[in-house]
């Protein structure tokens, strides 16, 4: 497992108020400055949001007001206690759901995978976020790489699942790139005029590594001659002053991965996010297992500036045969906008939210566990039974959400005062897709 610690100075933010609101956006690291922008770095939004049917410039400025307006109807400088939730258009809008993969997840850094799967030179994994295919490898040089997984000859993708390559070969017409992704053979293209090697690479994105996790970024940034970026910088970026709080907590310690698990819902990616969000709201409710292994009284949640973190104490001991998947404190960090990391015990388990469409995302678990209990079978057959369980009740709770935001008879709700990381999450989206 390759391992990074931070050890960058983090500028010293003051916490948040118990009651927060949108102010502490604006006083806190890279907040108060247009969505595009953090710090002086400029982001490129490729928009894509208008309708396909219907190219023109009348119906462009269509969506973009009605959008506007979809957003303007969540106020985040209404406090908790006052405050509305966003409306339900927000979860079923499908001109809504293209702007959001525009402004929210192809501009600022996202979890896409596992340091394990990039670990020795000519690995590679694929991968998809909203619409962009993309695939990240480690070249024969050791360097972590990461491009747009499209042929530039007639746009087939290029690879698929993951594994181990010496060069890309597309399956469509046999065009060869390297590990660097620079073209090194166009089949058939003798006699071609104006046509350059150099110039029909594979397309790059920015990534990074930090601890366990891989790190992309769509949107095209420019940097200054003094800026550096290092994977600590991402990681500063991505987290925040949360960045020591996760490191603490065990987050990229050194453990062994165990296995992937997928789940495919019919629900708007927002819905599984404000579940993981609502303070152990639903717990007792929907979860008569869990309950059992937590100590809801000493719920809490803090909030960073694109972090938040909720913690709980286990509420039971080791059952008679030793067996104890809790331990006895669990934490669990959303880091915006749709990538959560739960660790309890001797695992932990992250969970990436990708959305699919207005009514269906794809949820990735994966599993790690502490190296000296990799080989315990019985123990890991067990705590994977009991964290399969909590995650089909949560399918369907989140499936029955969302066809009540269909329906005609809702159109907003209230929050509780233990759902602030929900609020919290809410008025970062409402931040991020202001036009």
């Known amino acids: ?58 119906s462009r400025a269509l969506a973009v007001s009605e959008i506007s307006k979809l957003v303007e ?53 694929t991968g998809r976020l909203g619409e962009v295919e993309f695939v990240v490898c480690r070249d024969d040089n050791g360097k972590v790489q990461a491009f747009h997984n499209v042929c530039s000859h007639h746009a087939s993708i290029l690879a698929s699942g993951n594994g181990k390559k010496s060069c890309f070969v597309c399956p469509y017409h046999g065009w060869t790139y390297s590990l660097s992704g620079s ?28 601890g366990p996790f891989v790190l992309l970024k769509v949107a095209q940034t420019t940097l200054s001659q003094e800026e550096v970026e290092t994977d600590g910088a991402v990681a500063i970026e991505w ?23 997928e789940y495919t819902i019919d629900c708007n990616w927002k819905v599984f996010c404000d579940n993981y969000l609502d303070g152990g709201y639903h717990v007792p409710y929907a979860h008569k297992g869990l309950m059992s292994g937590l100590d809801l009284e000493t719920y809490s949640t803090t909030l960073f500036e694109r972090v938040s973190i909720q913690e709980c104490g286990g509420g039971s001991k080791a ?13 669990y960090a959303f880091i915006y906008p749709n990538f959560m990391i739960n660790r309890y015990g001797p695992w932990m388990d992250t969970n990436l939210v990708l959305p699919l469409g207005p009514r269906k995302c794809k949820v990735v678990f994966d599993y790690f566990l502490d190296p000296s209990l990799k080989d315990d079978e019985d123990f890991i057959k067990r705590s994977l039974e009991e964290s399969e369980r909590v995650q089909m009740e949560d399918v369907v709770l989140c499936q029955n959400v969302q066809r009540g935001l269909e329906s005609p008879a809702y159109d907003k709700g209230r929050y509780a005062l233990v759902e602030k990381a929900m609020h919290h999450f809410h008025s970062l989206l409402n931040h991020n897709l202001k036009l």
């Open 183 to 210: 073209l090194l053979k166009a089949t058939r293209m003798t006699g071609i005029e104006n046509f350059d090697l150099n110039e029909m690479g594979l397309k790059p994105l920015r990534v990074a590594v930090w």
């Open 73 to 125: 109807e969540f106020d985040p400088e209404i406090s908790l206690e006052r405050a509305s939730t966003p409306p339900s258009s927000w979860y079923t809008d499908p001109q809504f759901y293209r702007f959001e993969l525009d402004r929210v997840f192809y501009g600022g850094w996202q979890a896409v995978g596992y340091s394990d799967q990039i670990k020795d030179s000519r690995d590679f994994f």
């Open 319 to 331: 059952g008679e045969d030793g067996f104890d998947r809790l331990g006895s404190k669990a934490l």
């Open 239 to 261: 987290l925040g002053t949360s960045v020591g709080r996760l490191s603490q907590g065990g987050v990229d310690s050194p453990l062994s991965f165990i296995c992937r698990r």
């Open 1 to 58: 497992m390759v391992t990074a610690r931070i050890t960058a100075t983090v500028p010293t933010v003051p916490p948040p108020a118990p009651n927060f609101t949108s102010r502490y956006l604006k006083s806190h690291l890279g907040f108060g400055v247009p969505a595009f922008q953090f710090g002086r770095r400029s982001y490129h939004y490729p928009i894509i949001f208008s309708t396909r049917e219907d190219p023109s410039s009348s």
